[in-house]
């Protein structure tokens, strides 16, 4: 296995949603030891494969649910069907049921406030970013929440 894998979710073309795939670029420049980001535009079953081979994973997504950075664990989701695009849960139930290592998962949640067409996140989410750089180093270093 792998050290950490770092996960950044979101469209680049509507604005905040873009910001998880910010994030994880973002670590990626800054990073130094073992690991490694991966950049999507959505979860997709063949991610089992690099999520099963990492010691831990962070996913990092924007969210209109939350008003704050968090970070949260992240368990299988167990009965879940395979499809074009997922959660992080059912990736991860996925890989339960094939078999495979299932690493310990979090999921940092960074509020969006513009879904809009556009390449660029608002300010009130750029603001958001140097927290959530620092709650995935956190958990891609081991620290839990």
């Known amino acids: ?22 994030v994880a670029e973002e670590y990626e420049a800054r990073s130094l030891g073992d690991v490694a980001v991966i950049v999507t535009t959505q979860l997709v079953p063949e991610l089992v494969e690099p999520i099963s081979a990492a010691e831990r994973v962070v996913f990092v997504d924007a969210s209109v649910d939350v008003s704050d ?42 509020p969006a406030h513009d879904l809009s067409l556009g390449e660029r996140l608002s300010p009130r989410t750029a603001a958001l970013v140097p927290v959530a750089l620092a709650l995935v180093g956190d958990l891609a270093a081991g620290r839990d929440p």
């Open 69 to 110: 950075v968090t970070g949260v664990p992240v368990e299988p989701l167990s009965g879940a069907g395979e499809s074009h695009h997922s959660t992080p849960a059912a990736l991860l139930g996925l890989a339960e049921r094939l078999g495979m290592n299932v690493p310990p998962a979090f999921l940092v949640q960074i």
């Open 1 to 22: 296995m792998s050290g950490a894998l770092v996960v950044g979710v979101g469209s680049d073309l509507r604005r905040d949603d873009a910001v998880g795939r910010h």
